[in-house]
């Protein structure tokens, strides 16, 4: 199975800060990698596929780079909406399998 | 796009349950569904996989279900199901259904239903 690891794993910010989630994976993806924002008591939300295509309607302050192991999800400008829990995800080989996800709190 | 689930509940050890998932403004056969859960406070986990009518709708288990839990579906009344037998109290969690798209992940989700495995 493919792991999914992410840091940091929990992140204190303010509003307005610019903010960089890490995820690795322990065998390259290409570029198959998604990135999901999770609010409390929600569903998860879609926000980049393929490493840094933005899904439609996601504000366009969430940006995705990365290939191979090492990905990461940037969020600039935080605003307080995105004060949530983000997972990476591959399906590049089954298990599809997810991060433990990061946490990003009010400072 | 409109997905949900029903048929969570208390259940105990070594019982079964089955959940709906309810799918409605989309091409149901034409899409990939998968089943995702969280147990209480953790993370998520894919727990599995209905392939689309053009891959015969072939499936695709996490380890830890495969044997014990099945997806299924109606393309006739667009409903996915999960059945799951010999239930373990790690198999609490709530579960959501999702449609799965290849290359990208998945961009649709349901509210989700909760499982909880209980004496």
């Known amino acids: 199975d493919i792991q999914m690891t992410q840091s940091p794993s929990t992140l204190s910010a303010s509003v307005g800060d610019r903010v960089t989630i890490t995820c690795r994976a322990s065998q390259s993806l290409g570029n198959w990698l998604a990135w999901y924002q999770q609010k409390p008591e929600k569903a998860p939300k879609l926000l980049l596929y393929?490493?840094?295509s933005l899904q439609s309607g996601v504000p366009s302050r969430f940006s995705g780079s990365g290939s191979g192991t090492e990905f990461t999800l940037t969020i600039n400008s935080l605003q307080p909406d995105d004060f949530a829990t983000y997972y990476c995800?591959?399906?590049?080989?089954?298990?599809?399998?997810f991060g433990p996800g990061t946490k990003v709190h009010i400072k | 796009v409109q997905l949900v689930e029903s048929g969570g509940g208390l259940v105990q050890p070594g019982g079964s349950l089955r959940l709906s998932c309810a799918a409605s403004g989309f091409a149901f056969s034409d899409h990939y569904m998968d089943w995702v859960r969280q147990a209480p406070g953790k993370g998520l986990e894919w727990v599995g996989r209905s392939r689309n009518r053009a891959n015969s709708y072939t499936t695709e288990y996490v380890a830890s279900v495969k044997g014990r839990f099945t997806v299924s579906r109606d393309n006739s009344k667009n409903f996915l199901y999960l059945q799951m037998t010999s239930l373990r109290t790690e198999d609490t969690a709530v579960y959501y259904c999702a449609r799965g798209v290849p290359y990208v992940g998945f961009d649709d989700w349901g509210q989700g239903t909760l499982v909880t495995v209980s004496s």
């Open positions: 995800q591959q399906c590049d080989s089954y298990p599809c399998t």
């Open positions: 393929q490493a840094s």
